[in-house]
């Protein structure tokens, strides 16, 4: 009976024994699933995010390519619009250089008033006497030169020719603002670094009246060059007359211009 009873334990401890290692298996497995479908939705989160950023990220550049377009065409608009406006009354502008007066027709302009009204914002004008000969000067801009006068170192020249009709000579330049237009002895001078010009007018054209360069070559060796009215540029000997022109620009009067407002 003893040996039934324990028989019987042994066989009831068995059973319990494989009933729990197939318990303890079946939670294994649940769990493992549960890791793989926690890693499943955490790699499909980390894809969406992802995704949201490339489609943010094209999104922004498309923004900014699209700007980009609408800037360039609003830039090419109001050029556009610049030229449209500046064609309207045949002249030709530009922000820094004023008024391309060669290719006006000047039959347009009765009187200097009427130049000086057409001038843009921020161009100057003086009035002055060369060669005995009263002239109105158009430069592009003009500078404060601290000494009372608002300089410039270009200008278009015009005067009333024989028939009172307004006459386009030409345009003067400086070699920069160290030494600005000037009138000196009924010429007009314009001078740089390594030049200096003194014109006149005669016979109703803007001519040299004296000038002199230097330059240079490669050596460093300098060529010096004299011109007066009536002649050709030739090869001197010295530096002289560019020094003499030089000293006789200190005596000139700085034209002094009106900007426009």
């Given at each position: 009976m003893n040996k039934k009873i324990l028989l019987s334990i042994v066989g009831l401890t068995f059973v319990l024994t494989a009933c729990g290692a197939k318990a303890t298996d079946t939670t294994d497995s649940v769990e493992v699933a549960q890791e793989a479908e926690t890693q499943q939705e955490t790699e499909a989160e980390e894809t969406e995010e992802v995704a949201e950023e490339a489609e943010t990220e094209a999104t922004a550049e498309a923004t900014e390519e699209v700007s980009d377009d609408v800037a360039d065409e609003s830039s090419e608009e109001a050029s556009d619009v610049a030229t449209e406006e500046a064609s309207d009354d045949g002249l030709s502008r530009t922000a820094t250089d004023g008024i391309d007066f060669s290719t006006v027709?000047?039959?347009?302009?009765?009187?200097?008033?009427?130049?000086?009204?057409?001038?843009?914002?921020?161009?100057?004008y003086a009035n002055?006497?060369?060669?005995?000969t009263d002239v109105l000067l158009v430069a592009s801009g003009s500078y404060d030169n601290l000494d009372g006068n608002q300089a410039s170192i270009d200008s278009a020249v015009f005067m009333y020719d024989s028939d009172g009709a307004i006459a386009y000579l030409?345009?003067?330049?400086?070699g920069g603002t160290a030494m600005p237009i000037a009138v000196l002895d009924g010429n007009l001078v314009v001078g740089g670094n390594h030049f200096i010009t003194k014109y006149a007018i005669t016979d109703g054209e803007l001519v040299i009246a004296e000038?002199?360069?230097?330059?240079?070559?490669?050596?460093?060796?300098?060529t010096y060059y004299y011109a007066s009215e009536g002649s050709e540029?030739?090869?001197?000997?010295?530096?002289?007359?560019?020094?003499?022109?030089?000293e006789e620009y200190e005596s000139a009067e700085v034209v002094n211009f009106q900007p426009v407002s």
């Open positions: 027709d000047m039959s347009k302009y009765a009187t200097f008033t009427e130049i000086v009204d057409s001038l843009n914002p921020e161009m100057a002055a006497t060369i060669s005995e030409g345009d003067v330049e400086c000038s002199a360069y230097e330059e240079y070559d490669e050596s460093g060796n300098a540029y030739e090869v001197v000997d010295s530096d002289s007359d560019l020094l003499r022109l030089y």
